[in-house]
């Protein structure tokens, strides 16, 4: 089974910056297809913020654009997003998402980090 590790979240006043990590791994022979992060915020649905194909142009939530960026080292099966400029209305718990392919177990799925707080105050 795959494991995603996510770091990063906390307390930011407005026009400030954070940084998420996160890393997958696990054991046996697997594979990561597209990888990225959503949020939720309070009484809101959850919400995709950024999503990197293993090749191909990156996803931005229109709301993110120009303040996020997401990299990706296949590699390492990392994703790092950068989150400059931020605003209250980024204030949700940030998810980390992964589409798997494990080669021992023989098939794919959707893999979740355990989510992470950003609090943005004003």
């Known amino acids: 089974q795959v494991h995603l590790e996510e770091s990063g979240g906390g307390l930011v006043q407005a026009g400030g910056s954070l940084r998420l990590s996160c890393v997958a791994s696990g054991s046996g022979e697997f594979t990561i297809h597209d990888m990225g992060w959503s949020r939720q915020a309070p009484g809101k649905q959850l919400e995709l913020v950024a999503r990197a194909p293993t090749g191909g142009a990156t996803y931005y939530a229109d709301s993110v654009k120009d303040r996020f960026t997401l990299s990706r080292d296949n590699a390492e099966n990392t994703v790092l997003l950068q989150m400059n400029n931020l605003q209250p209305e980024d204030t949700a718990i940030y998810y980390c998402?992964?589409?798997?392919?494990?080669?021992?177990?023989?098939?794919?799925?959707?893999?979740w980090g355990q989510g992470t707080q950003v609090t943005v105050s004003s």
């Open positions: 998402n992964a589409s798997v392919y494990s080669y021992s177990e023989g098939w794919g799925y959707d893999k």
